[in-house]
Antibody, heavy 120, light 107 residues
Framework: EVQLVQSGAEVKKPGESLKISCKGSGYSFTNYWIAWVRQMPGRGLEYMGIIYPGDAETRYSPSFQGQVTISADKSVSTAYLQWNSLNASDTAMYYC?????????????WGQGTLVTVSS | EIVMTQSPATLSVSPGERATLSCRASQSVRSNIAWYQQKPGQAPRLLIYGASTRATDIPARFSGSGSGTEFTLTISSLQSEDFAVYYCQQYNNRPPTFGPGTIVDIK
Protein backbone atom coordinates (compact mmCIF):
# COMPACT_ATOMS: atom_id res chain seq x y z
CA GLU A 1 0.00 0.00 0.00
CA VAL A 2 1.33 3.43 -0.98
CA GLN A 3 1.60 5.73 2.00
CA LEU A 4 2.89 9.26 2.51
CA VAL A 5 3.32 10.14 6.17
CA GLN A 6 4.04 13.75 7.03
CA SER A 7 5.65 15.21 10.10
CA GLY A 8 3.54 16.72 12.84
CA ALA A 9 2.08 20.16 13.34
CA GLU A 10 4.46 23.03 14.02
CA VAL A 11 4.08 26.34 15.83
CA LYS A 12 6.82 28.82 15.03
CA LYS A 13 7.63 32.50 15.47
CA PRO A 14 8.24 34.89 12.59
CA GLY A 15 11.84 34.74 11.42
CA GLU A 16 12.38 31.16 12.54
CA SER A 17 13.39 28.35 10.21
CA LEU A 18 11.49 25.14 9.62
CA LYS A 19 11.83 21.86 7.73
CA ILE A 20 8.86 19.52 7.40
CA SER A 21 8.97 16.03 6.00
CA CYS A 22 7.02 13.51 3.95
CA LYS A 23 8.04 9.84 4.15
CA GLY A 24 6.98 7.55 1.35
CA SER A 25 6.49 3.81 1.65
CA GLY A 26 4.95 0.96 -0.29
CA TYR A 27 6.51 1.94 -3.60
CA SER A 28 9.81 2.77 -5.26
CA PHE A 29 10.44 6.24 -3.81
CA THR A 30 12.96 7.23 -6.47
CA ASN A 31 10.61 6.70 -9.41
CA TYR A 32 7.77 9.10 -8.66
CA TRP A 33 7.57 12.87 -8.44
CA ILE A 34 6.60 14.33 -5.07
CA ALA A 35 4.78 17.65 -5.02
CA TRP A 36 4.16 20.09 -2.21
CA VAL A 37 0.81 21.89 -2.07
CA ARG A 38 -0.17 24.76 0.22
CA GLN A 39 -3.65 25.38 1.57
CA MET A 40 -4.06 28.57 3.54
CA PRO A 41 -6.88 28.69 6.10
CA GLY A 42 -10.24 28.55 4.34
CA ARG A 43 -8.61 28.77 0.91
CA GLY A 44 -7.90 26.57 -2.08
CA LEU A 45 -4.95 24.46 -3.19
CA GLU A 46 -1.71 26.04 -4.41
CA TYR A 47 1.02 24.07 -6.12
CA MET A 48 4.41 25.00 -4.67
CA GLY A 49 6.86 22.76 -6.44
CA ILE A 50 7.97 19.26 -7.16
CA ILE A 51 10.96 16.97 -6.80
CA TYR A 52 12.03 13.75 -8.50
CA PRO A 53 13.88 11.86 -5.79
CA GLY A 54 15.73 9.69 -8.29
CA ASP A 55 17.95 12.53 -9.43
CA ALA A 56 16.80 15.39 -7.18
CA GLU A 57 15.49 17.42 -10.12
CA THR A 58 13.38 20.16 -8.59
CA ARG A 59 10.94 22.60 -10.11
CA TYR A 60 9.24 25.49 -8.33
CA SER A 61 6.11 27.43 -9.06
CA PRO A 62 7.17 31.04 -9.74
CA SER A 63 5.11 32.14 -6.73
CA PHE A 64 7.26 30.04 -4.41
CA GLN A 65 10.67 30.21 -6.10
CA GLY A 66 13.17 31.58 -3.61
CA GLN A 67 10.67 31.37 -0.75
CA VAL A 68 11.07 27.69 0.09
CA THR A 69 13.45 24.82 -0.60
CA ILE A 70 12.32 21.37 -1.65
CA SER A 71 14.67 18.46 -1.16
CA ALA A 72 14.68 14.69 -0.78
CA ASP A 73 16.80 12.01 0.82
CA LYS A 74 16.25 8.80 -1.07
CA SER A 75 18.17 6.81 1.53
CA VAL A 76 15.25 7.35 3.92
CA SER A 77 12.52 7.76 1.27
CA THR A 78 11.69 11.23 2.54
CA ALA A 79 10.96 14.54 0.88
CA TYR A 80 11.29 17.87 2.66
CA LEU A 81 9.95 21.38 2.49
CA GLN A 82 12.05 24.05 4.16
CA TRP A 83 11.86 27.71 5.09
CA ASN A 84 14.80 29.84 6.21
CA SER A 85 12.70 32.62 7.67
CA LEU A 86 9.00 32.15 8.29
CA ASN A 87 6.41 34.89 8.33
CA ALA A 88 2.80 34.95 9.37
CA SER A 89 1.61 34.47 5.81
CA ASP A 90 3.21 31.01 5.79
CA THR A 91 0.51 29.83 8.18
CA ALA A 92 -1.18 27.03 6.27
CA MET A 93 -1.69 23.33 5.85
CA TYR A 94 1.00 21.80 3.66
CA TYR A 95 0.42 18.57 1.78
CA CYS A 96 2.84 16.34 -0.03
CA UNK A 97 1.47 14.31 -2.90
CA UNK A 98 2.87 11.61 -5.16
CA UNK A 99 2.32 11.48 -8.87
CA UNK A 100 -0.35 8.97 -9.81
CA UNK A 101 1.99 7.04 -12.10
CA UNK A 102 5.58 7.63 -13.12
CA UNK A 103 5.83 10.93 -14.93
CA UNK A 104 2.20 11.87 -14.37
CA UNK A 105 1.16 15.41 -13.55
CA UNK A 106 -1.72 14.22 -11.41
CA UNK A 107 -1.49 13.26 -7.77
CA UNK A 108 -3.13 10.06 -6.71
CA UNK A 109 -1.61 9.72 -3.25
CA TRP A 110 -1.53 12.43 -0.60
CA GLY A 111 -0.02 12.81 2.82
CA GLN A 112 -2.24 13.71 5.75
CA GLY A 113 -0.97 17.28 5.80
CA THR A 114 1.25 19.27 8.16
CA LEU A 115 -0.25 22.33 9.79
CA VAL A 116 2.23 25.16 10.16
CA THR A 117 1.28 28.08 12.37
CA VAL A 118 3.48 31.16 12.46
CA SER A 119 2.64 33.58 15.21
CA SER A 120 4.46 35.92 17.52
CA GLU B 1 0.83 30.52 -15.90
CA ILE B 2 -2.54 29.06 -16.85
CA VAL B 3 -5.42 30.41 -14.78
CA MET B 4 -8.21 28.00 -13.91
CA THR B 5 -11.66 29.24 -13.02
CA GLN B 6 -14.55 27.22 -11.62
CA SER B 7 -18.26 27.82 -11.49
CA PRO B 8 -20.39 28.07 -9.58
CA ALA B 9 -18.52 28.92 -6.39
CA THR B 10 -21.19 27.09 -4.40
CA LEU B 11 -23.69 24.54 -5.64
CA SER B 12 -26.60 23.57 -3.40
CA VAL B 13 -28.01 20.18 -4.31
CA SER B 14 -30.44 17.74 -2.73
CA PRO B 15 -29.33 14.13 -2.18
CA GLY B 16 -30.12 12.04 -5.22
CA GLU B 17 -29.96 14.99 -7.60
CA ARG B 18 -27.44 15.57 -10.34
CA ALA B 19 -24.61 18.05 -9.89
CA THR B 20 -22.75 19.68 -12.76
CA LEU B 21 -19.53 21.56 -12.02
CA SER B 22 -17.64 23.63 -14.57
CA CYS B 23 -13.97 24.43 -14.98
CA ARG B 24 -12.38 26.72 -17.53
CA ALA B 25 -8.73 27.18 -18.47
CA SER B 26 -7.27 30.48 -19.66
CA GLN B 27 -5.75 28.66 -22.64
CA SER B 28 -5.99 25.19 -24.07
CA VAL B 29 -4.83 22.38 -21.80
CA ARG B 30 -5.95 19.66 -24.23
CA SER B 31 -7.30 16.87 -22.01
CA ASN B 32 -4.71 17.30 -19.29
CA ILE B 33 -7.05 18.08 -16.48
CA ALA B 34 -7.80 16.38 -13.18
CA TRP B 35 -10.55 16.72 -10.61
CA TYR B 36 -10.08 16.34 -6.86
CA GLN B 37 -12.51 16.09 -3.98
CA GLN B 38 -11.69 17.48 -0.57
CA LYS B 39 -13.73 16.97 2.55
CA PRO B 40 -13.25 19.05 5.72
CA GLY B 41 -10.13 18.04 7.61
CA GLN B 42 -9.00 15.65 4.89
CA ALA B 43 -6.42 15.67 2.14
CA PRO B 44 -7.66 15.98 -1.44
CA ARG B 45 -8.57 12.80 -3.30
CA LEU B 46 -8.04 12.32 -7.02
CA LEU B 47 -11.32 11.60 -8.82
CA ILE B 48 -10.68 12.08 -12.53
CA TYR B 49 -7.60 12.48 -14.72
CA GLY B 50 -7.20 12.94 -18.45
CA ALA B 51 -10.46 14.91 -18.29
CA SER B 52 -12.62 11.79 -18.23
CA THR B 53 -10.83 8.77 -16.71
CA ARG B 54 -11.93 7.80 -13.24
CA ALA B 55 -9.14 7.15 -10.77
CA THR B 56 -8.91 3.88 -8.88
CA ASP B 57 -11.96 3.05 -6.73
CA ILE B 58 -13.92 6.12 -7.79
CA PRO B 59 -17.63 5.34 -8.19
CA ALA B 60 -19.21 5.45 -11.62
CA ARG B 61 -21.54 8.29 -10.59
CA PHE B 62 -18.56 10.60 -11.09
CA SER B 63 -17.83 11.48 -14.70
CA GLY B 64 -15.72 14.08 -16.45
CA SER B 65 -15.84 15.57 -19.89
CA GLY B 66 -14.40 18.33 -22.02
CA SER B 67 -11.21 19.28 -23.77
CA GLY B 68 -9.34 22.43 -24.67
CA THR B 69 -10.56 25.08 -22.26
CA GLU B 70 -13.96 23.90 -21.05
CA PHE B 71 -14.47 20.99 -18.68
CA THR B 72 -17.28 19.49 -16.66
CA LEU B 73 -17.48 17.19 -13.65
CA THR B 74 -20.85 15.52 -13.24
CA ILE B 75 -22.06 13.66 -10.20
CA SER B 76 -25.09 11.76 -11.43
CA SER B 77 -26.89 11.17 -8.13
CA LEU B 78 -25.44 12.88 -5.10
CA GLN B 79 -24.81 10.76 -2.07
CA SER B 80 -24.32 12.16 1.42
CA GLU B 81 -20.59 11.47 1.23
CA ASP B 82 -20.25 13.61 -1.92
CA PHE B 83 -20.84 16.92 -0.19
CA ALA B 84 -17.38 18.45 -0.36
CA VAL B 85 -15.20 20.91 -2.25
CA TYR B 86 -14.14 20.01 -5.78
CA TYR B 87 -11.03 21.35 -7.49
CA CYS B 88 -9.92 21.11 -11.08
CA GLN B 89 -6.21 21.10 -11.93
CA GLN B 90 -4.44 21.47 -15.25
CA TYR B 91 -1.17 19.64 -15.82
CA ASN B 92 -0.61 20.49 -19.45
CA ASN B 93 1.70 23.42 -18.73
CA ARG B 94 4.19 24.15 -15.98
CA PRO B 95 3.46 25.01 -13.29
CA PRO B 96 0.38 22.90 -12.69
CA THR B 97 -2.43 25.10 -11.45
CA PHE B 98 -5.63 24.51 -9.51
CA GLY B 99 -8.98 26.18 -9.81
CA PRO B 100 -10.44 27.97 -6.77
CA GLY B 101 -12.88 25.16 -6.06
CA THR B 102 -16.64 24.57 -6.04
CA ILE B 103 -18.36 23.86 -2.76
CA VAL B 104 -21.14 21.28 -3.13
CA ASP B 105 -23.44 21.56 -0.17
CA ILE B 106 -26.78 20.21 0.91
CA LYS B 107 -29.85 22.05 -0.31
Amino acid sequence: EVQLVQSGAEVKKPGESLKISCKGSGYSFTNYWIAWVRQMPGRGLEYMGIIYPGDAETRYSPSFQGQVTISADKSVSTAYLQWNSLNASDTAMYYCARSRVEGSGTYGHWGQGTLVTVSS
Amino acid sequence: EIVMTQSPATLSVSPGERATLSCRASQSVRSNIAWYQQKPGQAPRLLIYGASTRATDIPARFSGSGSGTEFTLTISSLQSEDFAVYYCQQYNNRPPTFGPGTIVDIK
